[in-house]
Nanobody, 124 residues
């Protein structure tokens, strides 16, 4: 069983930055592909970014490309999401997810484990 815990959310002004972190435990983190998703009120959960197990592949939604950066530290069992130039439309609960088998980057159904989420609110 894999446990994921997000941290780093909060309130920030438009144009500002935040760094989200996700700590993993209970599994072999270095073997998992990891992703970040978000869900805004009244909207479906959407893909934000993903990174393969050895950081060879990094993928981003068009809406965050050039503003967000995903990274991981397998020695610390951590994955991070550096968010810059934040916009009001980035406001959402952000979730960390782990894919322990073959995954499709942007398909939430292919991720096996999820964190509880962390709220990011961007004021305009």
């Amino acid at each position: 069983q894999v446990q994921l815990e997000e941290s780093g959310g909060g309130l920030v002004q438009a144009g500002g930055s935040l760094r989200l972190s996700c700590a993993a435990s209970g599994g072999t983190f270095s073997q998992y592909d990891m992703g970040w998703f978000r869900q805004a009120p009244g909207k479906e959960r959407e893909f934000v970014a993903a990174i393969t197990s050895r950081s060879i592949g990094r993928f981003y939604a068009d809406s965050v490309k050039g503003r967000f950066t995903i990274s991981r530290d397998n020695a610390k069992n951590m994955v991070s999401l550096q968010m810059s130039s934040l916009k009001a439309e980035d406001t959402a609960v952000y979730y960390c997810a782990a894919a322990t088998r073959t995954f499709t980057v942007a398909r939430s159904a292919t991720y096996d484990y999820w964190g509880q989420g962390t709220q990011v609110t961007v004021s305009s």
